[in-house]
């Protein structure tokens, strides 16, 4: 039996591999490989978080496959050369992998395809991670979708998922080759381990993900479009690593919720459709960067481009990052983010609201926080999310609103019990105060002396200045709204 490279990247798992299935379908024997080289990802290597992550989810792969029989062999990069030294040393015909769609990341696998193609060897990539790849929809004028409304009507029409496949029961054997090295010396652990207090939040691996979209299916999904901008309650699927990570694909969770339409105790039709939507914004996202790849650094609304952005001050940003703004809210946010790697979706809207229309530091800044410290980092939609919160991308429109962190703590953490968990000095704090404690700055001080006792930037004078600021681009509509 021929040998052949399987090689995993951003799908860690083997059950909907398709790169695995071609592989198995083709008659050849699978080996396994996993190259680490983010020097060729261009400006966005994956983060500290991402890198913790993907130590524990190649564990649960290695550990996957060894009870089949084999074992995932990593390497050192650089990855076109190492890809050629193996496939001649593990006399493999064929590499098969599943494709990414970063920019470089898409470069460069253009170029080794070619490569290994003139080298006569039979080099092929698949979707392994999207319901739509990227370059599969086109409006009526030829170009890419800009507002997601009719990007995922049109997504909706040309969907066919392909039907989900078991991960293999067996393995044909080969230990052609070199062995590769250990795991741990990739170094993507990080020093300090700081990202210790995770791990009571996630099980990385493919388990893991099957796990989390059962307890979602069984649990949250019921009232999801009521609770998923709850960030007091378990309303949200907490998917979204395990689909970075490639540990679950998104045709098989399409798949799960679909089945369970119409069936005795099952979410409701409308339950089960506004989280199917929530992944076409992930979709949209990728179909952004594939059209737009210049945005990870760059305004997509080029009116934007000389936009006056504050001036970064060291103190003021790092008030933001470690969740000592002064705004409850927002401090939650980022302590939530900092303690478990995650942060709630409607809290990240706030956050960065605050941070790129009161403070008018510009999208970027907390770009690159967030693709650091979250397990679920993933350029397509970071930079979705953070250009949609500044205003500059697609579908931003009033791209003027600003949140105000008081009205939407009351609206989504009634109870005050989200800022209560992850800022505990305030929990005793009577319940209006819980939004804005500097309102009653003796009963702030006497129950939380250390919490600031005003927002690191006033929400009023913030939000005027902001306006203003828009006011400069020229939009005589910017009137503003409040969230």
Not at 154 to 177: E, F, I, M
Request: proline share 8%; charged share 20%; with cysteine.
């Amino acid at each position: 039996m021929a040998n052949a490279l399987v090689w995993f990247r951003n799908d860690l798992r083997l059950g909907d591999h398709p790169a695995l299935q071609a592989a198995l379908d083709g008659g050849y024997a699978p080996i396994p490989i996993y190259i680490h080289a983010p020097e060729e990802e261009g400006g966005w290597a994956p983060g500290a978080a991402v890198r913790a992550w993907r130590h524990r989810s190649l564990q649960a792969l290695d550990a996957d496959l060894r009870r089949r029989g084999t074992r995932l062999r990593f390497f050192h990069g650089p990855t076109l050369q190492t890809l050629q030294t193996l496939a001649a040393a593990c006399d493999a015909e064929a590499v098969f992998w599943n494709r990414r769609y970063e920019p470089a990341i898409e470069k460069r696998d253009t170029v080794i395809k070619a490569t290994l193609r003139e080298q006569g060897l039979r080099a092929d990539s698949f979707n392994g991670g999207l319901l739509i790849e990227p370059w599969q929809l086109a409006t009526k004028q030829g170009g890419p979708y800009k507002v997601f409304t009719p990007f995922w009507k049109a997504a909706s029409v040309a969907l066919r998922l392909p039907p989900s496949q078991a991960a293999p029961a067996t393995w044909p054997k080969s230990d052609d080759g070199p062995h590769g090295v250990d795991l741990d010396s990739l170094q993507l652990q990080p020093t300090p381990r700081w990202d210790a207090g995770f791990w009571s939040h996630w099980q990385p691996g493919e388990a893991g993900a099957l796990t989390a979209l059962e307890v979602f299916a069984e649990g949250a999904l019921h009232a999801y479009r009521n609770d998923r901008d709850r960030p007091d309650r378990a309303g949200t699927s907490m998917l979204s690593p395990h689909l970075h990570h490639g540990e679950i694909a998104p045709w098989r969770i399409v798949e799960t919720l679909q089945t369970l339409r119409g069936s005795v105790g099952a979410a409701s039709v409308a339950e089960i459709d506004g989280f199917i939507r929530q992944l076409g914004w992930r979709e949209f996202g990728y179909h952004l960067l594939h059209h737009f790849p210049f945005t990870p650094e760059q305004n997509l609304n080029p009116r934007f481009a000389d936009f006056p952005w504050a001036r970064v001050q060291s103190a003021t940003r790092e008030a933001w990052c470690q969740g000592r703004t002064g705004v409850p809210i927002v401090d939650a946010g980022m302590r939530q983010l900092w303690q478990t790697g995650w942060m709630h979706n409607r809290v990240r809207m706030i956050v960065g609201s605050y941070l790129c229309k009161h403070i008018r530091y510009h999208w970027r800044e907390g770009a690159r926080w967030f693709w650091d410290t979250l397990v679920d980092a993933d350029l397509a939609n970071n930079t979705l999310g953070w250009q949609w919160i500044g205003g500059t991308g697609a579908d931003a429109a009033p791209y003027f609103r600003i949140f105000n962190p008081v009205t939407q703590a009351e609206q989504f953490d009634p109870d005050g019990a989200y800022i209560a968990r992850w800022v505990p000095e305030l929990a005793r704090l009577p319940l209006p105060l819980r939004f804005a404690p500097w309102t009653d700055p003796l009963t702030l001080a006497r129950h939380a002396p250390e919490y600031p006792r005003m927002p690191i930037v006033d929400l009023a004078r913030g939000r005027a200045a902001a306006l203003q600021a828009y006011r400069r681009i020229g939009d005589d509509d910017a009137n503003g709204e409040a969230g």
